[in-house]
């Protein structure tokens, strides 16, 4: 396949199995078992190899291989897999390549696989050290699990890790969180992403919370849980370079900066939402309607989205405000012919003058204020007809 012409277009590959359902997740996800898996990855692969005839390209910077879980796939599964994404992108334009992984599913055979296939940084969720809290909210893991996973990647030298947390968990108290913090912390990580617990319509959570038999922390704890991880994380020297992120200087997620800076991606697999030209799109989420097209040789999109330039302005803030470095006038400017002081001028005066918002020449950005409550700002960039 000639990649002499084209686009930089990164690709996120979804893999929607898992051996638990956990209580909080509204992802695209099935359980594994009696699934045809082998038949799945197969057609994963002929969607990329579609999807590559009809949108050239001349490098893919990332590629990230997330779920459901990854890791639930058996080794030779996972080498089908991942041979089959060398075999079909530019790899030496590729400069991160990551996949997902669940601390108990990681095993040194399947790392091996990936070493041997270019994946150079791995993601794992851990959410919480706390056992009891773990169960409480559907991971089959244990904290002794993180702590045997990461043993055996040190030993294979594998040191580009990042880690989730989850905080504001039910029954979750700021002296627990405390400790979870620590002891993240204290595995001297590149990078950490903590993201409050979000309550989805359609998971077991959501359902016991109607029912009144979940408990959450009060938004003052939360915010605590919040304001205590910027401080912890600076003070270890990992920088929040985006409103849930940190990480070391030189080691921020590169691919996550793909959305953020509101560039293209393809999305691959069941349920999984591209981004190209103009054009957003997103495939059948259910496993057998995403295949159906496949095996005749048609793509699996369901639904595109051609975003009016109105629409692509709105994002380019939204997204581009979760970033601390913010969002560049230049670019803005080069990207729709228009500055964004026509555009956005009286909103800018406005969140700066509320000290939410700091305009540093080339660059607008959220202030440490603004950012605990992005949000709300970004809705102020909504554009009126």
């Keep these: 396949m000639s990649h002499d012409t084209g686009q930089d277009i990164s690709a996120y590959i979804h893999i929607p199995f898992c051996e638990h359902i956990c209580y909080y997740c509204d992802f695209n ?3 594994l078992e009696g699934q045809p898996v082998d038949e799945y990855i197969e057609m994963l692969l002929r969607e990329m190899t579609l999807q590559l005839e009809k949108t050239p390209i001349k490098s893919a910077p990332t590629l990230y ?3 459901g879980t990854p890791t639930s796939l058996t080794a030779k599964q996972l080498e089908r897999l991942l041979s089959g994404i060398v075999e079909r992108f530019p790899m030496e334009t590729v400069t991160e390549f990551t996949v997902e ?3 108990g599913d990681l095993t040194a055979d399947k790392l091996a696989v990936m070493q041997n296939y270019q994946v150079n940084r791995l993601s794992m969720g851990v959410q919480t050290f706390d056992d009891r809290l773990l169960k409480k909210i559907g991971r089959r893991h244990t904290s002794a699990d993180v702590y045997e996973t990461m043993a055996f990647l040190e030993k294979a030298d594998f040191r580009n890790v990042s880690i989730d947390l989850i905080y504001a968990l039910p029954g979750q108290t700021l002296a627990g969180f405390r400790e979870t913090l620590q002891r993240a912390i204290e595995l001297d990580l590149p990078h950490y992403s903590l993201y409050s617990l979000i309550l989805e319509n359609k998971t077991m959570f959501m359902n016991w919370i ?6 959450l922390p009060d938004q003052e704890e939360e915010s605590q ?9 600076e003070k270890a020297g990992r920088k929040q370079y985006e409103i849930s992120n940190f990480a070391l200087a030189g080691k921020e997620s590169e691919h996550n900066k793909v959305y953020w800076h509101n560039e293209h991606y393809f999305g691959f697999g069941a349920g999984a939402s591209g981004y190209v030209g103009d054009t957003r799109y997103k495939n059948f989420g259910p496993i057998q309607h995403y295949l159906s097209p496949l095996r005749e040789n048609k793509l699996p999109v369901y639904d595109e989205e051609t975003l009016t330039v109105k629409s692509q302005m709105e994002e380019e803030m939204f997204l581009g405000l979760r970033l601390k470095e913010g969002v560049s ?3 803005f400017a080069e990207k729709f012919q228009r500055s964004i002081q026509e555009v956005y001028g009286k909103v800018l005066a406005e ?3 509320a000290g939410l918002l700091e305009v540093t020449g080339d660059r607008i950005r959220l202030t440490e204020t603004g950012l605990l409550i992005g949000n709300d700002i970004f809705e102020r960039f909504l554009i009126d007809e």
């Design 29 to 31: 996800k099935v359980f």
């Design 101 to 103: 992984a669940n601390p």
């Design 329 to 331: 006038a230049s670019r």
């Design 225 to 233: 849980m919040f304001e205590e991880t910027i401080l912890a994380m």
């Design 351 to 353: 969140e700066q003058q």
């Design 65 to 67: 291989v997330g779920g």
């Design 210 to 215: 109607r029912q009144g038999r979940l408990t």
